[in-house]
């Protein structure tokens, strides 16, 4: 019988200095003002003065080649620099992409000139990037995009429309997804928008677009808080030079489908509230007391506990997945399940504080809680649905 | 069971041969036949064939006179007894030499249980009680009065006494590790189930409800699986102490509250036949609605660590939950 | 856009007194000792001359026709006595499917011969009717029946099985559902299992059987509580006199599913473990006492404050329901609703009474608390599962 | 506005005519671009249309200077408000104006609120504040703090006073009714995108986990406004008092309760889309959170009612729960 398989796995012991390196740095800032611990931040709060303090103490591009300005530790590393700057609620949406998906994919795919002039300031902390694939009506049908590029003297040009592509109005470059042969050739018209087979997976290929370039157009998303993460890029006829083409042209619908595992699989995926769940301890105590007559009510104690048992069970499943990662394997239905439950809990954290503290208590506590609201419904939606993870996970089991 | 590792030694997954072994020996033995003949006692057969493969003394050191092995390969066999449904106190008397093992004490012969408050479980087949002082003494409790659990196995309620250090926690995590064996087969009994069975003309597991609630099934072992892992790592790292206790809190808590939806999506799954004592799912089922309630709810001990960490405060919690699992000499 | 309808509806003044007697005879009983209060009585407590003294009382039949033994009063007057009996945990499960369905299905198809017969018996609590309806692998699919009735001297000669007839072994007839025309008659055949015509559900008829007449067998199905409400029912050429055919030769079908939206919309469907939460309120306020600074925490307290409140919204909408069957309407929808959610309700009384009082504090509690936790996955199974409940709904409001 | 019933008269629906005139009323004022328009501040325009029409004060009694009616068209009012997003404070002012009424007070014209504790809402456009000692005094307090609730709607945080009796149970229960309307049209716009929304090839509609998330939305829409119902009937038959209080807890919990499922369905359902700032759905989802809130959460009227059930024993349950909603002359 299919089973979900995750091996016993804990983090080395050779990362417990660098937990301890990030976490003193992270304290200090805090102390310092620098920055004031947020839910969601790898999505909202883009500061690169503070993404380049990290590149410079030497803590992103941490698994990459020391020659490309990289650190030469391993993912393993980076998971531990990784989930303190979450928990810390630290402001770290400048570098997010860049450290987490696209240096790892331009050292894999990219030309060497592409590497050499782009991943040592991605590692510094001074170069960042977007994600540029979902297209309108494409939704979760990723096969159905529309942008195209066609040859140039010297490089590419590209048309079309991505949408969803966070920080785009801040960031510096995207690795964009489009057609570069048309949908229409090679009989992927018969077999139309319903056809199994992989007809329309073929013809992509990536590029790393300069979102400065001219051509290029970029629109905010707000999302029903009123924040502004999200952008929808247009591109006319705006020129990729032909180094920043990413990986074998035709090859691109591959080179997105091996980064999902990735994407799925992080801290990020349950960590997005953290900071209020450590608020509403805090807020608890406030209001409580510790004395043993004073303290919490058990029901109140207990759903503080089951959140804070629940993280430590998630967290030993993602550290599983990012082992099984670092050692080259493809836990593709564990990095769903993983995702599916930690989003869902990360989502509840908001609700049990505003269930045990009452709104109005406390102003920040309650800002941090409408924050955590609010921006929630995006958490089961945003790296495919929780309706598709728990497709991914029946298939695997054999039901589907 | 002579494992080259040591009891309380730096390993961090049974051994494979063990696993392997008490996995084939509880599938041969422990039938839906033998688990229904048992109701209201015990599999007695099935408890001397443990004993004599030296199950309930396995992670007790040989020098103490128990089986020898890791504490993982003790926390695998209790986890088989739940994936089993194993009718007799296997895991129980396993516990019971553990927690004999903290205080220095070989194990007992027989069914010999430790006292952790009012209620006994298996009252009925104990021969032997583990006391607060250490002897181990034959049965001779006042007992204020018996019953049967949700899963028909025999208790006894007992004036209320002094217990040994440890115990609790020993005992919780057995739970947490026989609930996380039982919500896997849970989930994997649903799982054929909604392969095989047909209506309207096709398998149920067709129905993308029923894939939801089985993938959910699925995620809810592994997480459960996950919490008790953590806390025999930490148990295995540095013994029995403040940190083994919310570790055991966290991962009685995580079983715990799988069970309810567990076991509500099972039996919704399975329908009426499920629903019949006929049916081998309820062997396990009901198993977990004895076993959440044993050694403290999940409620129980979702306060104590959530107690723990208002008393410490905010800071507190990430220190807590990075320290699960404990950091390895190298990854695994 | 096609909604639920939930007419503001309230039960008249008329029904004041009865409830005031019904419950005075119930607390009188109680106080007496002539029964406990238990969870999911209309099921699992079966008992005759707690049912006789209810009749002798005057309190079955309500609805019926005076000529019949009945009371000649109203539909709700029978909710508010159902809804007594329910609440305070009596032993009804001896008159319960006569007195909600078997009478008034007599009543409406009966030959006059059976009304005379059976229903005066019926309303002085004296005669017990169970259901025939399902069998085995029919499973959901009621129209996949098998069992038959041939035409023999002076009536008829019934084969077959059926399974889930609840309390078969103490009662003395059940209505059962069979084919008087073979399924491969009139082209049935060609449409098949999988047919979405009706022709399956043609030729079925509906029949009164002596469960003690020759040839018919009943054997027990025990529940996973040790239980024995539920029986396989075997019918071996048992016969059934000509004037207990029920209704039309072949227009079973319409008959029985008439009687579906009866069956699902009642305070059965919320109030099976009505009396543990009435206990779980005594429990907390035994541990807790009521004084302000030693009462219940406030989660405790919303706990049960919340049961008790979504409790007062189902009732209304059951009331909605009850008052628009008894208006001629069939709300088939909203009868289907009330029923997943009251299924649903009565399940969580069960967990929350764990969660508040600790099993190992009070025994007989506990006892309360595992009946409700064994019985309760049955609540969201029979009379239709939740899931064929909410396509129901989903089908009505026009996504299906 | 001449309602043939008095105020408190035993009237169990609203006007059928005066439900139809103010549902489209706000259909064609309370759109989408007004709603957004008004973020921050309120629709100035709609509001004063809404006291032209004597929306504000509905079921106050014509002799009191009221629009006269009956509490079930004043409650139809404010489920309309909820139903339609309407960006003004027209059910504050309306429950302001019913508060007074319970205390023999005329409605006073302009944006009045009555005071219920710290968090005064609609603060940046209120001309006046119903005080306890009944006078309605232009706005003179001093704001600890002003913001804007999860609809963007302006409040300000005042220093705690005294105040009006029942101003609490009334005001919740205004949100509860809002909160109903505005369950129902999150339930029906989820149900109409799930019909024209396409994926993979078919609407997503056909899948059946979506459906069941409809379902159970539709249901609780239901439910919730059926609790409101509930504490209309005990208001309209038996004026303010403690069984007036509890059916108010019982509504403000069980509508509070629904937000949760239905927002996070909702959401789930529509899809990035929704999650914008252009799609409509957040003009509901975003005042449901908002409104949870506003007058006690759930949590706090659940306890209300829950305290008051262990006070009085478990005796008392049943009385309540078929004290509600109020038995009737004859069935409508």
């Given at each position: 019988m299919p089973r979900l398989t995750f091996p016993a796995a804990s983090l080395p012991h050779s990362t417990e200095q660098l937990r301890s390196d990030i976490r003193s740095f992270l304290e200090a800032e805090i102390a310092e003002g620098t920055f004031v611990p947020r839910c969601d931040t790898w999505l909202s709060q883009h500061d690169p003065s503070f993404s380049r303090k990290l590149g410079a103490a030497g803590f992103l591009g941490l698994a990459w080649p020391t020659e490309y300005g990289g650190h030469g530790r391993t993912p393993l590393d980076r998971f531990v620099v990784v989930e303190e700057l979450l928990a810390h609620g630290a402001p770290i949406a400048a570098h997010w992409v860049s450290d987490r998906q696209s240096?790892?994919?331009?050292?894999?795919?990219?030309?060497?000139?592409?590497?050499r002039e782009l991943v040592p300031k991605m590692a510094a902390g001074e170069c960042y990037f977007s994600i540029g694939m979902s297209e309108p009506d494409a939704g979760s049908d990723l096969a159905a995009i529309r942008s195209t590029a066609t040859k140039t003297e010297g490089g590419w040009l590209l048309n079309g429309t991505k949408v969803w592509t966070s920080q785009a109005h801040n960031n510096h470059y995207f690795i964009v997804l489009v057609r570069t042969t048309p949908m229409s050739d090679g009989g992927v018209g018969a077999e139309g928008a319903g056809g199994a087979g992989g007809a329309k997976h073929r013809g992509m290929s990536q590029f790393i677009m300069d979102l400065k370039a001219p051509g290029v157009q970029i629109r905010?998303?707000?999302?029903?808080?009123?924040?502004?993460?999200?952008?929808?890029?247009?591109?006319?006829?705006?020129?990729?030079?032909?180094?920043?083409?990413?990986?074998?042209e035709g090859n691109g619908w591959d080179q997105v489908i091996g980064e999902l595992a990735f994407e799925r699989s992080g801290p990020e995926r349950y960590l997005s509230t953290f900071p209020l769940l450590v608020a509403l301890i805090d807020a608890v105590r406030t209001e409580h007391g510790t004395e043993l007559l004073r303290g919490p009510s058990t029901e109140a104690a207990a759903a503080i506990g089951q959140l804070a048992a629940r993280l430590t069970a998630l967290r030993r499943l993602c550290i599983s997945v990012a082992v099984a990662l670092s050692n080259g394997k493809e836990?593709?239905?564990?990095?769903?399940?993983?995702?599916?439950?930690?989003?869902?809990?990360?989502?509840?954290?908001?609700?049990?504080?505003?269930?045990l503290v009452p709104p109005g208590t406390n102003p920040i506590f309650d800002a941090?809680?409408?924050?955590?609201?609010?921006?929630?419904?995006?958490?089961?939606?945003?790296?495919?649905?929780?309706?598709i993870l728990r497709g991914i996970v029946a298939r695997h089991l054999g039901v589907r | 069971m002579n494992s080259p590792t040591q009891n309380n030694s730096y390993a961090r997954v049974a051994d494979e041969m063990l696993v392997d072994t008490v996995d084939r020996f509880f599938a041969e033995h422990s039938t839906p036949e033998r688990i229904h003949a048992a109701e209201g006692s015990m599999d007695r057969a099935l408890f001397a064939a443990s004993v004599e493969m030296g199950l309930t003394s396995i992670g007790v050191a040989e020098s103490l006179g128990g089986s020898g092995g890791t504490l993982h390969d003790a926390a695998a066999v209790m986890y088989a007894t739940g994936y089993h449904a194993v009718a007799a106190p296997v895991a129980d008397v396993l516990a019971t030499a553990l927690i004999g093992a903290v205080h220095g004490m070989s194990p007992v012969e027989g069914v010999t249980v430790a006292l952790t408050g009012k209620r006994v479980p298996w009252w009925g087949v104990v021969d032997r009680v583990l006391w607060a002082d250490g002897s181990a003494a034959a049965v001779s409790l006042?007992?204020?009065?018996?019953?049967?659990?949700?899963?028909?196995?025999p208790f006894g309620v007992v004036e209320s006494r002094e217990k040994l250090a440890f115990a609790d926690d020993i005992l919780a995590l057995t739970r947490a590790a026989q609930m996380a064996g039982a919500l896997q087969r849970v989930s994997e009994l649903s799982v054929q189930y909604s392969v095989e069975r047909e209506q309207f003309g096709k398998p149920i597991g067709k129905q993308q409800i029923l894939q939801h609630y089985l993938a959910q099934m699925a995620g809810d072992a592994a997480a459960a699986r996950g919490a008790v892992d953590n806390a025999v790592d930490v148990w295995s790292v540095s013994g029995p102490g403040s940190w083994f206790t919310l570790a055991v809190a966290a991962a009685k808590t995580v079983s715990g509250r799988m069970v309810s939806v567990t076991n509500r999506n099972a039996h919704q799954l399975h329908g009426a036949i499920g629903f019949t004592d006929e049916h081998r799912l309820q062997y396990w089922t009901r198993r977990l609605w004895a076993w959440r309630d044993d050694f403290g709810t999940e409620v129980h001990w979702a306060a104590v660590l959530g107690r723990s960490l208002v008393s410490d405060g905010g800071r507190s919690l990430w220190p807590f939950v990075t320290s699960l699992p404990p950091a390895l000499d190298s990854p695994t």
């Amino acid at each position: 019988m299919p089973r979900l398989t995750f091996p016993a796995a804990s983090l080395p012991h050779s990362t417990e200095q660098l937990r301890s390196d990030i976490r003193s740095f992270l304290e200090a800032e805090i102390a310092e003002g620098t920055f004031v611990p947020r839910c969601d931040t790898w999505l909202s709060q883009h500061d690169p003065s503070f993404s380049r303090k990290l590149g410079a103490a030497g803590f992103l591009g941490l698994a990459w080649p020391t020659e490309y300005g990289g650190h030469g530790r391993t993912p393993l590393d980076r998971f531990v620099v990784v989930e303190e700057l979450l928990a810390h609620g630290a402001p770290i949406a400048a570098h997010w992409v860049s450290d987490r998906q696209s240096g790892p994919s331009i050292l894999k795919h990219g030309t060497e000139q592409a590497k050499r002039e782009l991943v040592p300031k991605m590692a510094a902390g001074e170069c960042y990037f977007s994600i540029g694939m979902s297209e309108p009506d494409a939704g979760s049908d990723l096969a159905a995009i529309r942008s195209t590029a066609t040859k140039t003297e010297g490089g590419w040009l590209l048309n079309g429309t991505k949408v969803w592509t966070s920080q785009a109005h801040n960031n510096h470059y995207f690795i964009v997804l489009v057609r570069t042969t048309p949908m229409s050739d090679g009989g992927v018209g018969a077999e139309g928008a319903g056809g199994a087979g992989g007809a329309k997976h073929r013809g992509m290929s990536q590029f790393i677009m300069d979102l400065k370039a001219p051509g290029v157009q970029i629109r905010p998303i707000r999302l029903l808080s009123g924040h502004h993460h999200f952008n929808e890029v247009v591109m006319e006829d705006a020129f990729v030079p032909e180094h920043f083409l990413l990986g074998s042209e035709g090859n691109g619908w591959d080179q997105v489908i091996g980064e999902l595992a990735f994407e799925r699989s992080g801290p990020e995926r349950y960590l997005s509230t953290f900071p209020l769940l450590v608020a509403l301890i805090d807020a608890v105590r406030t209001e409580h007391g510790t004395e043993l007559l004073r303290g919490p009510s058990t029901e109140a104690a207990a759903a503080i506990g089951q959140l804070a048992a629940r993280l430590t069970a998630l967290r030993r499943l993602c550290i599983s997945v990012a082992v099984a990662l670092s050692n080259g394997k493809e836990p593709v239905t564990e990095a769903a399940m993983v995702k599916d439950m930690g989003t869902q809990l990360e989502g509840e954290i908001g609700e049990v504080a505003r269930q045990l503290v009452p709104p109005g208590t406390n102003p920040i506590f309650d800002a941090l809680v409408e924050d955590a609201i609010l921006s929630t419904p995006g958490f089961t939606l945003r790296g495919g649905t929780n309706e598709i993870l728990r497709g991914i996970v029946a298939r695997h089991l054999g039901v589907r | 069971m002579n494992s080259p590792t040591q009891n309380n030694s730096y390993a961090r997954v049974a051994d494979e041969m063990l696993v392997d072994t008490v996995d084939r020996f509880f599938a041969e033995h422990s039938t839906p036949e033998r688990i229904h003949a048992a109701e209201g006692s015990m599999d007695r057969a099935l408890f001397a064939a443990s004993v004599e493969m030296g199950l309930t003394s396995i992670g007790v050191a040989e020098s103490l006179g128990g089986s020898g092995g890791t504490l993982h390969d003790a926390a695998a066999v209790m986890y088989a007894t739940g994936y089993h449904a194993v009718a007799a106190p296997v895991a129980d008397v396993l516990a019971t030499a553990l927690i004999g093992a903290v205080h220095g004490m070989s194990p007992v012969e027989g069914v010999t249980v430790a006292l952790t408050g009012k209620r006994v479980p298996w009252w009925g087949v104990v021969d032997r009680v583990l006391w607060a002082d250490g002897s181990a003494a034959a049965v001779s409790l006042d007992v204020v009065s018996t019953g049967v659990n949700y899963a028909g196995e025999p208790f006894g309620v007992v004036e209320s006494r002094e217990k040994l250090a440890f115990a609790d926690d020993i005992l919780a995590l057995t739970r947490a590790a026989q609930m996380a064996g039982a919500l896997q087969r849970v989930s994997e009994l649903s799982v054929q189930y909604s392969v095989e069975r047909e209506q309207f003309g096709k398998p149920i597991g067709k129905q993308q409800i029923l894939q939801h609630y089985l993938a959910q099934m699925a995620g809810d072992a592994a997480a459960a699986r996950g919490a008790v892992d953590n806390a025999v790592d930490v148990w295995s790292v540095s013994g029995p102490g403040s940190w083994f206790t919310l570790a055991v809190a966290a991962a009685k808590t995580v079983s715990g509250r799988m069970v309810s939806v567990t076991n509500r999506n099972a039996h919704q799954l399975h329908g009426a036949i499920g629903f019949t004592d006929e049916h081998r799912l309820q062997y396990w089922t009901r198993r977990l609605w004895a076993w959440r309630d044993d050694f403290g709810t999940e409620v129980h001990w979702a306060a104590v660590l959530g107690r723990s960490l208002v008393s410490d405060g905010g800071r507190s919690l990430w220190p807590f939950v990075t320290s699960l699992p404990p950091a390895l000499d190298s990854p695994t």
